[in-house]
């Protein structure tokens, strides 16, 4: 069993926050997790990295106070 299903978490409920789509985004999206993809011109530059698509939902904002209009 996937250590989701042991915890009870449904992965279509579940948000990973970040700006680094090569940490955060890519990697939750690739896991069936939704992403939040918040842009940084200080990212550094080996985090950086296209958005792939994945199983979840992508929602890309400017800034984390925007957060507060998709939840």
């Known amino acids: 069993r996937r250590s989701?299903?042991?915890r009870g978490m449904a992965r279509e409920q579940a948000w990973m926050v970040?700006?680094?789509p090569r940490?955060?985004?890519?990697?939750?999206?690739?896991a069936g997790l939704n992403a939040v993809?918040?842009?940084?011109?200080?990212?550094?530059?080996l985090e950086k990295q296209e958005l792939r698509p994945?199983?979840?939902r992508l929602i890309v904002v400017e800034r984390f106070s925007d957060l507060r209009?998709?939840?």
């Open 4 to 6: 989701s299903d042991l």
């Open 18 to 20: 970040g700006n680094s």
């Open 23 to 30: 940490s955060d985004i890519n990697p939750a999206l690739e």
């Open 37 to 45: 993809f918040v842009p940084h011109p200080f990212t550094w530059q």
């Open 54 to 56: 994945g199983n979840g």
């Open 69 to 71: 209009n998709h939840f």
